[in-house]
């Protein structure tokens, strides 16, 4: 039996977030079990992002097996706003500081 994805309840507020920075934000999560939540574009650029709630939001057992499946990108994990501004900034850096901090 497959149960409906739970949204985490701060999903809008960081979705909201992604796009006043300009990102198009695609809901995903329901593709496959493990799946991340969203889908963003930012800047010619695609990535995955996990929406956790703070302090006891965790990836699951399947979040973490789809995660080292996945031959892509890994996903992000955004808890709030202040890290969706973070993320932005990241990703933002030039590819060779961003290897360095991440």
Excluded at 9 to 25: P, T
Excluded at 58 to 83: T, Y
Aim: glycine share 10%; proline share 4%; aromatic share 6%.
């Amino acid at each position: 039996m497959r149960y409906a994805a739970r949204v985490d309840r701060n999903q809008k507020d960081i979705i909201d977030a992604l796009e006043k920075i300009g990102a198009s934000v695609e809901a995903i999560r329901s593709l496959h079990g493990g799946c991340p939540d969203l889908l963003v574009g930012f800047q010619g650029r695609n990535y995955l992002i996990e929406v956790k709630v703070p302090k006891e939001g965790r990836l699951s057992e399947i979040q973490k097996v789809w995660r080292d499946d996945w031959s892509g990108g890994k996903p992000f994990v955004i808890k709030s706003v202040e890290d969706v501004i973070l993320w932005a900034g990241l990703v933002s850096l030039p590819e060779q500081r961003r290897k360095v901090i991440g």
